[in-house]
Every structure is written in C-alpha cells, then in structure tokens.
C-alpha cells in the first residue's frame, strides 16, 4: 500500500503543475510558495507517520473482522457489486467521522490541520491529517461487522481519498447534475469555507448525498473565504498538528466543575465553559480579518533553501514508504522523528524564525543520519 501512494506522488505533481500553468495562463494564481511547501509538508508527514501506526491504519480492524463479520463470502466481495459495495460503505462512514472532525472539539482538533490553508489547490487536498487514525478507526467498524475484508477495506478507503485531491480546485466551476449527487469542487470549496453560511456543510468524501439525507448540504452561492476561524498563521508542523489542542488543555485546566473540563473536548469546537469564557474572553470571529492572508515576504535565499531542502525530505520520505514493509519498527520511528525535525527546520525558515546557516547546519545532519538508516 505504501508503494501504491509513491507510485501516485508524480500523477500529483504532475496535476499541480498543471493546475498552476492553468491558473497563470488565466491570470488567477491560487498558489503561494509557503502556503504549498507547507501543505505538501504536512502530506508527507502523515503518510511517513501512517507507516509507524498501522494498527490504528488497518490493525485493530484487521483485528477485529474474524470475530465479527457476518457477510464473509468471497465470490460476493470479489466481485464489481462487492467493490462497489465496499467504496460506498467506506464513503458513508468517511461521511460520519468527517461530521464528527466538525462537530466535537477533540476531532476538530485533530482534523482541522486540513482547514487550515488559506488557499485552496491541488496542494490543499494533499494537506492530510496526522492525528485522525488514533481516534477514527472506530467509525469503520460497521464494515467489518458487514464482512468487508481488511484489505478491501484498505483500498476502498484509497479510492475515496484519491477521489478528492480533483475537488480541491478554484478553477472548476459548477457541474450541474453532477453536482447534486457527488462530491464537486464547487461542493468541497462550500466545505473549506469558513463564511457563516458555509461553516460545517458538505461533508461527503465522494458523494454529497450523504448531506442531503442528513442535512448538512449548502450550495455554493458566494465567494468563499479559506482557512480556520482560528488562523494558523506559521508554518510550523508542529504548531499545526499540536496547536489545536492548546486551547482545549487550557480551557479544561481552568474550568471550575469537573463536568465541564470533561465536555470543553467533547462539545462543538469553540464551545466554551461560562466561568473560563469570562475569565478569558476571546475575540468574536471576523471574515474581514480572515480574508488577511498569512504570507510574509522571503529572501531568495529563503526560498531556495527551503526549496533545497524539501526536495531532500520529499526523496527521503518517499524512500522510507517505498521501503517500509522491509524496515524494524524501530528504524521506522527514528527515521519519522528525523523527517518532523526536517520540516520543522522547513517552517522556521518559512516563518523567519530560523537563520540560514543554522537551518543548513540541521538539515545536513538530519538528512545524513536519514540517508545512513535507510542505506
């Protein structure tokens, strides 16, 4: 599977690329050179950290199957219904922990690492969450109890995935009938939107059916505004990936009753417990100020040494999936510590938060002792 993802990688460059001479040739860029390279960053992170957990990727569903499968019979399975079957069910539990990463904090948090790019691109799609396995796995349990086999099951959840990296895009507009049934870019740009009609709509990954029987659809109707309500603002991995949980720790620390440190990670995201509301007021949310697009002047040596170097991440990364099969777990961790401490150094030089020669000094060791583990 990890094979599969490195054989994609240039179909996707190849598409951005595509993507980028449309939007140049249109006068309309949706690219910025941060913005890309931290998203990407991001891709490339949770994939090298899907290698050092697949227990909650497939393991604890591969697990659980024998014990509970009802429907087991290969002829049906192997056959197109069955593959239909699969993609559909894996769609319609995507559809409910994608709901979930929307309505309750702790999801929120772990989710929202997709949101938080104030552009939207082919590079947006490829913006994937890190945390999200170790609290989804469950949601994909009916099918095992239905019968889908784990491997199945492993590709079915890829068709689904590689079918929304096309609707991450500005440049395709609405699709008529088609937009009614699946999932289109002008649907997904409805989803990513943070404009108050927009907030918390169109969650399906390949069919937008699913929120019209539950009532989550929005149609497209004015411009969207991209990002998180709460701006991210850096390009730190780690300030994007651990960030959210933040203000969760903090408003759980400071609630008074117990019931309420409970709920803040429970309850939708921005809820907040009357007593730490006001002791700590927070700013009410405004599209104005969410329209101010982080992206901060760089150097040409900025650019091209953050370029330089995450060319070097992009060949090791792609090195540790293509061999992952064949490495110890423990090789596996120390290769994923080395690749969060590259991009980490990646996003202090994007923030202006790194010198150049430190950030050179770091990146050689990194990618050195990255090339001597998977000699």
Known sequence: MHRLVVLVVPVFAL??????????????????????????????LSQALAVCTQLFQIGLYAMVYPAVAIWTRPCFWDSAIGWIVAVLLF??????????????????????????????????????ESMVAFLGWAFYLPMAVVGVPPEQFGIAGLVVLVYQFWIHTEHIGK???????????????????VNDGYVDRNYGGMLVVWDRMFGTFAEE??????????????????????????????????????RDKVAVWFKPPGWRPADVEARFPQAPFSLDEAMHIHDPELTRMQVASASIHFAGWVGVTLAFLWGADDLAVRTGLELLALAVGGFWA?????????????AWCAQCVLLALSAALLA
């Open 15 to 44: 598409l951005m690329a595509c993507e980028f001479a449309w939007g140049w040739l249109k006068r309309r860029n949706t690219y910025r050179f941060s913005d890309t390279l931290g998203s990407l960053s991001q891709g490339l």
């Open 91 to 128: 769609d319609f539990c995507d559809y409910w922990l994608h709901r979930a990463g929307h309505e309750s904090a702790v999801f929120w948090a772990a989710h929202s690492v997709h949101h938080q790019s104030q552009q939207f691109n082919f590079s947006t799609a490829l913006r994937q």
């Open 175 to 193: 699709l008529g009938w088609f937009d009614r049934v699946f999932s289109s870019p002008s649907n997904h740009r409805v989803h990513h939107a």
């Open 221 to 258: 109707n004015e411009g969207a505004v991209y990002g998180t309500r709460t701006a991210l603002a850096s390009f730190d991995p780690l300030r994007a990936i651990l960030g959210p949980y933040a203000p969760l720790v903090h408003d759980s620390w400071h609630a008074r009753r117990w």
């Open 346 to 358: 990646i996003g202090a030089v994007l923030d202006s938060r790194l010198r150049l020669r430190w």
